[in-house]
């Protein structure tokens, strides 16, 4: 089955403790993207990648580190994760940028900082 | 600057007919994508605008009208299962998407 996946689901942090969220697609798409969403504001891109090894900051970078050493896999990590920073969070993938594609979402994960 | 403004929140009833409406302004144009989001889930697309005119699918419909930055998403045989989040987002020139805050429809029996 063609899917985006994340893990985890569903966090709860304390401030300062370093922590990864995956993001994986079975799709061989090109780019990948990460959001978080919260309430009234919509969705608001952090990073995104067009392929392997390329990253590139979106609306709202600061905090947050990506990396794309496959293609398949786009890590967000939170070096030191702030209260600013909880929020439900989504991976997306498409199949490129050189023309119109839909994009295709992860089920979310939700994050509380203390 | 780049912008998509749309209703925070519309209000319908079972059976009905509900527009969606959504203007934006961006840095050239490659179409408009609505998603429907349900609470707590994944935003899932429903269709695509690059052409002036209605584009028709199911109880769905989607019009676009580049002249005058607008677009809207018409549902029509309103269903309980309809009460969601309904995103609009433009496509730029970069081919990036700028997303609007979302409409969201609570549906009433």
């Known amino acids: 089955e063609a899917q985006v996946t994340q893990n985890p689901r569903y966090l709860i942090t304390v401030t300062g403790k370093k922590l990864t969220v995956t993001c994986s697609q079975n799709m061989n798409h090109e780019y990948m993207s990460w959001y978080r969403q919260d309430p009234g504001l919509g969705l608001r891109q952090i990073y995104y990648?067009?392929?392997?090894?390329?990253?590139d900051k979106g609306d709202v970078p600061e905090g947050y580190k990506v990396s794309r050493k496959e293609k398949r896999n786009f890590p967000l990590i939170l070096e030191s994760p702030s209260p600013n920073q909880t929020s439900l969070y989504f991976c997306?993938?498409?199949?490129?940028?050189?023309?119109?594609?839909?994009?295709?979402f992860g089920p979310g994960t939700r994050l509380l900082v203390l | 600057g780049q912008n998509i403004d749309q209703p925070t929140e519309m209000t319908a009833t079972e059976g009905a007919i509900v527009q969606i409406n959504c203007t934006y302004q961006?840095?050239?144009?490659?179409?408009l994508f609505w998603y429907q989001q349900h609470a707590g889930e994944a935003p899932t697309f429903l269709s695509y605008?690059?052409l002036d005119g209605l584009e028709e699918k199911g109880r769905f419909s989607s019009f676009l009208s580049r002249s005058k930055g607008y677009s809207y998403l018409l549902l029509k045989e309103l269903q309980m299962k309809d009460s969601a989040s309904y995103l609009c987002a433009a496509v730029d020139s970069n081919y990036q998407l700028i997303w609007g805050a979302g409409t969201k429809l609570i549906i009433k029996p």
């Open positions: 990648s067009m392929n392997v090894e390329v990253t």
């Open positions: 605008n690059v």
């Open positions: 997306a993938s498409s199949r490129g940028t050189s023309d119109v594609e839909t994009q295709y």
């Open positions: 961006t840095s050239g144009f490659n179409g």
